[in-house]
Nanobody, 131 residues
Framework: QVQLVESGGGSVQAGGSLRLSCRAS????????LGWFRQRQEPGSGREGV??????????YYADFVKGRFTISHDNAVNTVFLTMNSLKPEDTAMYYC??????????????????????WGQGTQVTVSS
């Protein structure tokens, strides 16, 4: 079973930037798709998809609320997926997780025009944006 470890979270002011990393214990190329998700602390907030990347061709998909601000990228040489977050807003405050495509055991998410199942969640990294 793949293990994913996120890092790079922190506290920034609105308008600032952060770069999150997610390192996989196995080949990211073989995982096919890797995604970033977040869970905010507001009551009733579920885990929502932020961005996903096809680790073959690099095709990326984004949730509408991050388009133009966040960029997902990957480096198969080091089995790592990144999320570069610019123009951060207080409403981006959340725990950010990465997960791997898992068609048999995963939970279904829709991220932009992409739909797929994800599992093998990392422990998460906290992002806090102050106004």
């Amino acid at each position: 079973q793949v293990q994913l470890v996120e890092s790079g979270g922190g506290s920034v002011q609105a308008g600032g930037s952060l770069r999150l990393s997610c390192r996989a214990s196995t080949s990211t190329y073989r995982l096919t798709y890797l995604g970033w998700f977040r869970q905010r602390q507001e009551p009733g907030s579920g885990r929502e998809g932020v961005a996903v990347v096809w680790t073959g061709a690099g095709t990326a998909y984004y949730a509408d609320f991050v388009k133009g601000r966040f960029t997902i990228s990957h480096d198969n040489a080091v089995n790592t997926v990144f999320l570069t977050m610019n123009s951060l807003k207080p409403e981006d405050t959340a725990m950010y997780y990465c997960a791997a495509y898992s068609p048999t055991t995963g939970t279904q998410y829709r991220i932009g025009s992409y739909q797929g199942k994800f599992d093998n969640w990392g422990q998460g990294t906290q992002v806090t944006v102050s106004s």
